[in-house]
């Protein structure tokens, strides 16, 4: 229902946009989040986008860095600025019906297969 793309190996202070189209009906009933997990560690909340697009959500220690769009072609982006190190990890999208998505990573519909960012120093 999710998939997830643009991943890759960047250096650091670089910048990659990340993908993720959807394959659901109604699209637009749907929040929005991207979380990540990185090597070792549990997966973490990074950005998450209302139903509509009116309202973003971010990991404190990510803004300024992260932004989370969505289209009407069925896909949301993340775009992540000034790469570091400690970014790299597994990438996942995930879709919830709901009117905001959640910071926990339970209860959401659908998930994407993930995409690996790996930020060199």
């Known amino acids: 229902q999710l998939q997830a793309s643009g991943g890759g190996l960047v250096q650091a202070g670089g910048s990659l946009r990340l993908s993720c189209a959807a394959s659901v009906r109604t699209f637009s009933s749907y929040s929005m989040a991207w979380f990540r997990q990185a090597p070792g560690k549990e997966r973490e909340f990074a950005a998450g986008?209302?139903?509509?697009?009116?309202?973003t959500y971010y990991a404190d220690s990510l803004k300024g860095r992260f932004t989370i769009s969505r289209d009407n072609a069925n896909t949301v982006y993340l775009r992540v600025d000034n790469l570091k190190p400690e970014d790299t990890g597994v990438y996942y999208c995930?879709?919830?019906?709901?009117?905001?998505?959640?910071?926990?990573?339970?209860?959401?519909?659908?998930w994407g297969q993930g995409t690996q960012v790996t930020v060199s120093s």
């Open positions: 995930a879709a919830d019906m709901s009117l905001l998505p959640s910071r926990r990573d339970r209860g959401y519909d659908y």
């Open positions: 986008i209302s139903q509509i697009g009116g309202t």
